[in-house]
Antibody, heavy 117, light 106 residues
Framework: EVQVLEFGGGLVQPGGSLRLSCAASGFTFSMYTMTWVRQPPGKGLEWVSSISGSGHSTYDADSVKGRFTVSRDNSKNMLYLQMNTLRAEDTALYYC??????????WGQGTLVTVSS | SYELTQSLSVSVALGQTARITCGGNNIGSKNVHWYQQKPGQAPVVLIYRDDNRPSGIPERFSGSNSGNTATLTISRAQAGDEADYYCQVWDNYTWVFGGGTKLTVL
């Protein structure tokens, strides 16, 4: 079964850093672009970052460019999101998802990031 | 940057047909994907590439895309269809989501 599972969320102060992880299983991880999507409490979905299967190409939303870095370790089937200089507006449930020629499936259950003092 | 527009909410009577639209400039030239998100759950893909259903998705769910509007149609609406629905496209290395539509089944 194709699965992804996020972890690493938590409470962090404004200006702080956090690293999210996503464990993938059930598919040839290195062949697929992986994506992070977030959802602020009570709001809609927002694309955050994506990374190609090889890891050589990354893409970031303007709202996180220069602060967040997506990476992967294909030897471990792991996806990461390093989040620096966090702001209150980064508070959200963060999902990772496998990209399939444009659409995202499956999604994990998400990991909650709360930025607050 | 490309934008997708969805109505905030749609209501449908039990057993009737609901249509949820997603507007975008010449969206008909893009592949549109639809997700269903029930409260407390992760999104699930309902329709991919305009009108394709993943295995396990009931035939009651269908999609179309032309001109400036893509449409998700839910036939014979059930109480369990109450959820938020999001459209999404890929545009120049960005993954764009609509704002989401809340479906209420009366």
């Amino acid at each position: 079964e194709v699965q992804v599972l996020e972890f690493g969320g938590g409470l962090v102060q404004p200006g702080g850093s956090l690293r999210l992880s996503c464990a993938a299983s059930g598919f040839t991880f290195s062949m697929y672009t992986m994506t992070w999507v977030r959802q602020p409490p009570g709001k809609g979905l927002e694309w955050v970052s994506s990374i190609s299967g090889s890891g050589h190409s990354t893409y970031d939303a303007d709202s996180v460019k220069g602060r967040f870095t997506v990476s992967r370790d294909n030897s471990k089937n792991m996806l990461y999101l390093q989040m620096n200089t966090l702001r209150a507006e980064d508070t959200a449930l963060y999902y990772c998802a496998k990209e399939n020629q444009g659409w995202l499936d499956p999604w994990g259950q998400g990991t909650l990031v709360t930025v607050s003092s | 940057s490309y934008e997708l527009t969805q109505s905030l909410s749609v209501s449908v009577a039990l057993g009737q047909t609901a249509r949820i639209t997603c507007g975008g400039n010449n969206i008909g030239s893009k592949n549109v994907h639809w997700y269903q998100q029930k409260p407390g759950q992760a999104p699930v893909v309902l329709i991919y590439r305009d009108d394709n259903r993943p295995s396990g998705i009931p035939e009651r769910f269908s999609g179309s895309n032309s001109g400036n509007t893509a449409t998700l149609t839910i036939s014979r609406a059930q109480a369990g269809d109450e959820a938020d629905y999001y459209c999404q496209v890929w545009d120049n290395y960005t993954w764009v989501f609509g704002g989401g539509t809340k479906l209420t089944v009366l």
